[in-house]
């Protein structure tokens, strides 16, 4: 079976993380702060504040802004359901926009129509990789003083306008999860270029405490921490940033070998007639997840995973559209009738680091079966 990722360790990651353990140091400490540097230096921000997820580094985001009951944030609804439920973390209420088909991103176009005045962010997901237009979003938003927050889960690796996405951010947050490029089994980050909110993100992320545990060990002197606000214990283990390190140092021969194989898989696909995921004019995806889409008049979604399946390739259906999940029962919404299509008529292809050729070319043979045979 080939499988649809399979994240990428090696040795020297266990190296490095069976050196964290053998420091004694084995939660948040110096390798954390090295990671939060590094990692925040190569998408081009002032600031890295790692937290345990990029579901906890979202909800840090919102509730940084001061956002809470009776406020809402506009948010898509094709996503991973964790971005919508940040803002209920909050008690505010998300609000979904739909998203063009080409990107599967939010547009000011898309999100225009669901502004209102109790409106008080926005965040934007660069869906699977594929940046989302932000300066055209920035625009709509900042003149009306609504933030403009980016979950950058998917999108280490991916440019803007030649530049790494969230160089620029006002908050972006990242995830580290196997399912993505880069990954510390769990582990997420904030980004910003505000010095200030990058002191309160530490602060939240660990108690509320004036002085973190770490710099209290290392400090020499005797230190009473005072805890200022009631926060959250959302820090990331120095045995994560240790495989985080070595990660980040293998990026960019990720993203090359990523794109390599989109190409490749452009090629193939283009001769049975299917189309993919590809760049926007304005930047370029890391291909965290290469989706296609299905023919209009062949078979289903849940028939070209079970075709698939039957010969040898784990495929999945297309990202989640948050509001036909039980959890959003009752929510309200404008109709999504773009997400609502995109959601069921899409299906992501197995894309890793180690893909062979021919494995490449057994998905594409498997594919062009089953829409033919189904
Ligand atoms: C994976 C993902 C998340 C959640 O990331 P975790 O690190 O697992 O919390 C949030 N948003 C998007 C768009 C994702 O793809």
Known sequence: MIPVMRPFLGEEEALAAAE????????????????????????????????????????????????????????????????????RYVGATPV???????????????????????????????QAGVPADVDAIKALCEPRGIAVIEDAACAS??????????AGALLAAWSFHPRKLL??????????????????????????MSVSAADRHHGGSAVIEQYLETAFNYRMTDIQAAVGLVQLSRMDAVIARRRELAARYHE????????????????????????????????????????????GVSARRGIMASHLEPAYDGHPSAPLPVT???????????????????????????????LHTS
């Open 157 to 166: 690796g991916s440019t803007y306008k030649g530049k790494p996405v969230g």
């Open 340 to 370: 609502e299509v995109f959601t069921a008529r899409t299906v992501i292809l197995p894309l890793f680091h180690e893909l062979t050729e021919s494995e490449q070319d057994k998905v594409v043979s498997a594919l062009a079966d089953t």
């Open 268 to 311: 193939l696909l283009d001769g049975i007639g299917v189309s993919a995921v590809t760049d926007p004019e304005y930047g370029t995806t890391n291909y965290q997840s290469f989706w296609i889409r299905l023919p209009e008049d062949g078979p289903d979604q849940l028939q070209v995973l079970s075709g698939l399946a039957e010969r």
């Open 96 to 126: 979904f926009a739909d998203i063009e088909a080409e990107t599967g991103n939010l547009t000011a176009a898309t999100v225009e129509p669901v502004l209102t005045d109790r409106t008080r962010a926005v965040m934007v997901v660069h």
């Open 20 to 87: 964290a353990v053998r420091s004694g140091w084995v939660a948040q400490g110096p390798r954390v702060r090295e990671f939060e540097e590094s990692f925040a230096a190569s998408v081009g921000a002032l600031h890295g504040v790692a937290v345990s997820s990029c579901t906890t580094g979202l909800h840090l985001a919102v509730h940084v802004l001061g956002i809470g009951p009776g406020d809402e944030v506009v948010v898509p609804s094709l996503s991973f359901i964790a971005t919508a439920n940040s803002v």
């Open 183 to 208: 990954t510390t089994g769990e582990g997420g980050m904030v980004t910003t270029d505000d010095a200030d909110w990058a002191v309160r993100l530490k602060r939240l992320r660990e108690h509320g």
